[in-house]
């Protein structure tokens, strides 16, 4: 049932200056008893501790504490916050569960008002800005809801929102029992983790190990913070003999616990401490049995009246306030209730709260709950279900509801409640809570007689609307399913209604990146009535969109024509609107550039229309990078991206737009803004075709920025899903094998990646831009072949560029030649991002004209070019480029000395402390001050002092020279600095 609070909430309250845990009570009943002394956990105590320290000192961190349940996650962390002074503030969250799933934003609510009871109302929604409204789908009631603004943005603006707190004093955000988290929670757990390793901010997660199976969603954000080395992994364990003896002395000082006893105890209670305390009190007697036996240890001690009152408690979840055990039971019984109250509380199965009661631990409470006998829990749930049917319904208590008539068996209304909470749960974004609703609607829908009348749908559209949800929680298959099985359902009289659903069925088909959709969503077109304007319309659009994708122009312009005429029929503009679009860019990919007054027609009939607006700037931008204009394209994704925040659109339109920025900035060489853009942003985007774009790019600029372990990695763990989309899309058909051969001539299989481009010889598959961006790597393929003595044949490849025509055509043919040794580099060098040449070309033509000078023994010329193509890489940080040029520059014996400093560098070397050794390890492996930072989980600020305080005491002047003379002298002092050795690879191309 639910659990709306953690066990331990008073302790951690308690803990703090000004809590509201105690002295706010109705009565005088004794509120939460003084725990136990600590007992061990030294080593995680100073763990915590130090994080805290280091959020202090401005650069924080994440800890994860996990364990069984009752182990002493809580406590633990309570034990540190009691510990903390005035000026540190604690913002505690609790997630829980309804017995359905997640309760929406549950994790996140006490957070924001811990920082509102903080710092008030006004300033925290001050603090916030325009974005404020977010947060009231978190809080409900903070802030006046705009219609419309969907709230998807809650974590985005929370975890900024700490930001700013932390930069005016400490912050310890505490995320406890993430085994129940809901989306937004995981989301901001991973935000608040980047952000807590450069500001004064200390993140502490717990959750259960036992809950968290390996298909439980947290798995999937605790590989994420693995791999980014976002946070530390604090496993609590059992007790040992003498800790568990110290705390059953302190819990029961007269119990005498004599060797055989405290053996038994140590036994049975596995060394958690909860089961310690619960059995503690009855050492000397015959221990329970079951493990249930021992968790009603306490509670089967009670009077009748308490144990009845205990119940009645737990039918409501973890806590039950005031309010709605004055509903439940009425006044005048909880007045007459309160002996019996007092003695649970006493007792310390019930701890009193200032406006409820709550179990003294979750554990505790499930065991009871497990007590009511049928007719008693029939009754309960269904007072609880009608008094909570009478406050504003809210999704969280929507869930609710559905749950209590679930535990009332009563289908027909829990029917009815989670049909409603499903559609509110979906309006709101909450993903995964519409899911679960969802599924369970479905299950119980063949338990009620006349579904179809008490909630208002059909069971096929049900199954719709519940496959929705599930594809925007990201589980394709299970929509695919449910679509398949509603199309299966659907009555035979409404052929209309049938071909949009075999239409949705084609759709979730591709989606799983199964091109057999595209049969099925023809076979919908020709099974629509085909006067049928309303139905035909969307049918057009997807049939045109996926041929777009699938760069099959003729027909998306063929299918969008269509489209429009039937859009055009009904009157719809936002069709229209969204038809024009994808018209424009199937003329554009198809060389006709006036497709381009699509797209800005599109805009026009847009209006007010999100969807439409967001396509618009999505795809123009993504136009304008594909004709080489990156500023263009950056400022139209980026005024995308001010509207989407205006608005308060949901992270997914905004994470498209942000996307197309930093794409753009990749081309314009503003390498370290749009590194800092993927890192914090690709593992917020649940796995999709978006995220093949965002994941892609991301691969190829830490390939590029000198990271190509970490890059190499990437694509190893993303090949499967980017090759999965191959077959739908031509997009990420280029993208994709253009990196992964990329990647492939980085580790010398130079079959692997003439594999990879072959696509590129067949002029169906890749077009245009797309044509192009392949057939480069192709080049750099054969040419990687025939110095490995294997020649390739290149006429095929020849003829393809030939075939190709592209505004950009000639500085992609340019690099062509180069990489085939007809043309010289120099050419590459000499084009210019408004030529359309992105900013990587420059440093890596420069590079590479350097290595053909050395291979001539034009010594003086190759110094020249590779100390160009150091400085150039050095710009945008391109750090593949600089360490080649550095390694061969050096290797030549070509360096320049003169600047070397007359005293022994050796010197030098020897005054650098640890951590700057560290450093200039990782600057020789050519890493910028940006990836220093994020391998050392420093602060990019505090990476540059370091690299300034290296070149000081050098004597040197550039990173260059920094990284020369670690290499020269052999060591820069540390094991890791083999990794200098990388760059004496063969000196083909990067
Ligand atoms: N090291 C300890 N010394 C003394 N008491 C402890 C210790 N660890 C835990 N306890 C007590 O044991 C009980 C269970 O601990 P706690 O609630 O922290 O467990 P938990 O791991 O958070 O459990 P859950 O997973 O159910 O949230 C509490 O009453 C707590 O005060
Ligand atoms: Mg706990």
Avoid at 11 to 23: C, I, K, L, T, Y
Avoid at 58 to 85: M, Q
Avoid at 943 to 971: F, M
Wanted: some cysteine.
């Amino acid at each position: 049932m639910t659990v709306t609070d953690a066990p331990g909430r008073v302790a951690a309250d308690d803990a703090r200056p000004g809590g509201s845990g105690a002295g706010a009570a109705w009565h005088d009943v004794r509120m939460a008893p003084d725990p136990a002394p600590l007992v061990g956990r030294d080593a995680e105590l100073a763990t915590l501790r130090r994080v805290v320290d280091d959020a202090r000192g401005g650069a924080g961190g994440t800890v994860v504490v996990s364990g069984e349940a009752g182990i002493g996650k809580t406590r633990l962390v309570a034990e540190v916050l009691a510990s903390l002074d005035g000026d540190v503030l604690v913002a505690r969250g609790q997630c829980a569960d309804s017995g359905s799933g997640p309760v929406p934003y549950a994790g996140l609510e006490g957070v924001v008002r811990d920082l509102v009871d903080a710092l008030g109302a006004d300033d925290v929604l001050a603090a916030a800005g325009p974005a404020a409204d977010a947060l009231g789908a978190i809080v409900p009631g903070l802030v006046a809801q705009r219609p419309g603004v969907a709230s998807g943005r809650g974590p985005e603006v929370l975890a900024d929102l700490l930001s700013t707190v932390a930069s005016g004093r400490p912050v310890v955000v505490v995320l406890e029992d993430l085994h129940w988290s809901d989306d937004a929670t995981r989301s901001t757990l991973v935000r608040l983790a980047r952000a807590a390793r450069t500001s004064a901010l200390a993140v502490v997660a717990t959750f259960r190990s036992d809950d968290v199976g390996r298909r439980h969603p947290l798995r999937t954000t605790l590989a994420e913070l693995d791999r980014a080395r976002l946070a530390a992994r604090l496993e609590v364990g059992p007790l040992g003999a003498d800790e568990v003896a110290a705390l059953a002395r302190a819990v029961d000082p007269r119990g005498g616990a004599d060797g055989v006893a405290l053996a038994e105890l140590v036994e049975r209670s596995g060394g958690v401490p909860f089961y310690v305390e619960e059995l503690a009190c009855c050492l000397g007697d015959d221990l329970p049995l079951s493990l249930r036996d021992v968790l009603l240890v306490r509670y089967s001690q009670l009077s009748p009246e308490a144990q009845a009152l205990c119940r009645t408690v737990a039918a409501a979840g973890q806590r039950a306030s005031l309010d709605l055990l004055a509903a439940v039971l009425g006044e005048d019984a909880l007045a007459t209730a309160e002996p019996a109250v007092r003695e649970a509380v006493d007792a310390v199965v019930l701890v009193a709260e200032a406006d409820g009661y709550r179990f003294r631990h979750a554990l505790l409470q499930e065991a009871v709950a497990e007590e009511l006998l049928p007719s008693e829990r029939r009754r309960l749930h269904t007072a609880y279900a009608e008094a909570l049917a009478g406050l504003p319904a809210t999704v969280p208590r929507l869930a609710e509801i559905a749950d209590h008539w679930w535990h009332a068996h009563l289908p027909d209304r829990a029917l009815a409640a989670a049909v409603a909470a499903q559609a509110a749960a979906g309006h709101d974004a909450a993903s995964s809570t519409a899911v679960a609703l969802g599924e369970r609607a479905l299950e119980m829908w063949d338990l009620v007689p006349d579904a179809e009348r008490l909630t208002g749908t059909t069971h096929h559209d049900l199954l719709l609307a519940v496959a929705e949800a599930q594809h925007s929680a990201s589980l394709l298959d299970r929509a695919l399913a449910l679509t398949r099985q509603a199309l299966a359902e659907w009555p035979a009289d409404d052929p209309a209604g049938r071909a949009s659903t075999l239409g949705q069925v084609a759709v979730h088909t591709l989606r799983t990146g199964d091109d057999a959709g595209r049969a099925l969503l023809d076979e919908a077109l020709a099974t629509a009535p085909p006067d049928d304007l309303g139905t035909l319309g969307p049918l057009l659009r997807l049939k045109a969109r996926t041929a777009m994708l699938d760069g099959d122009h003729a027909v998306a312009v063929d299918a969008a024509d269509r489209g429009l005429d039937a859009a055009r029929g009904t009157g719809d503009r936002a069709l229209e609107a969204v038809l024009l679009n994808t018209r424009g860019v199937a003329r554009v990919d198809a060389g006709d550039l006036a497709g381009v007054d699509d797209l800005a027609a599109s805009r026009r009939l847009a209006g007010d229309d999100w969807d439409a607006i967001s396509r618009f700037h999505t795809n123009m931008s993504d136009q304008h990078v594909k004709l080489g204009e990156f500023e263009r394209a950056r400022a139209l994704a980026s005024a995308g991206a001010d509207l989407a925040r205006a608005r308060g659109a949901g992270w997914g339109s905004l994470a498209m737009l942000e996307g197309n920025v930093a794409e753009a900035l990749i081309g314009l060489g503003r390498w370290d803004e749009a590194a800092a853009w993927y890192e914090r942003s690709v593992p917020l985007v649940a796995p999709s075709q978006f995220a093949v774009y965002l994941t892609e790019r991301w691969t190829w600029l830490t390939l590029w920025r000198g990271d190509g372990e970490r890059a190499q990695s990437m694509g190893r763990r993303y090949r499967a899903q980017w090759l999965r989309h191959d077959r739908i899309e031509m997009q990420v058909r280029a993208r994709v094998r253009a990196t992964l051969a990329e990647l492939a001539l980085e580790r010398g299989d130079v079959d692997e990646a003439l594999d990879l481009v072959s696509p590129a010889l067949d002029p169906g598959r890749l077009t245009g831009a797309y044509a192009l961006t392949v057939l480069v790597v192709a080049a750099r393929a054969v040419a990687q072949a025939r110095a490995q003595g294997r020649p390739v044949d290149d006429a095929p490849y020849r003829a393809a560029l030939a075939a190709v025509s592209w505004p950009t055509r000639g500085v992609w043919a340019t690099v062509f030649a180069a990489e085939l040794g007809d043309a010289p580099w120099s050419a590459v060098a000499a084009l210019d991002v408004v030529d359309g040449a992105p900013a990587h070309l420059r440093p890596y033509a420069l590079l590479r004209d350097g290595e053909a000078h050395l291979d001539a023994d034009d010594r003086s010329a190759a110094r020249g070019l590779l100390t160009a193509a150091v400085e150039a890489g050095e710009e945008i940080g391109a750090g593949l480029v600089t360490t080649r040029a550095t390694a061969l520059l050096d290797d030549a014996g070509l360096l320049a000395r003169r600047a070397r400093p007359s005293a022994a560098p050796a010197e030098g070397l020897a005054s650098l402390t640890e951590r700057e050794v560290q450093v200039l390890d990782l600057v020789a492996q050519g890493l910028t001050n940006g990836q220093v930072a994020e391998r050392l989980f420093i602060s990019r600020k505090t990476a540059s002092v370091h690299v300034s305080a290296i070149l000081r005491k050098l004597g040197v002047t550039s990173r260059t020279e920094a990284a020369v003379l670690a290499r020269t002298t052999g060591s820069a002092g540390s094991p890791s600095s083999e990794g200098v050795s990388v760059a004496h690879g063969p000196p083909s191309a990067p």
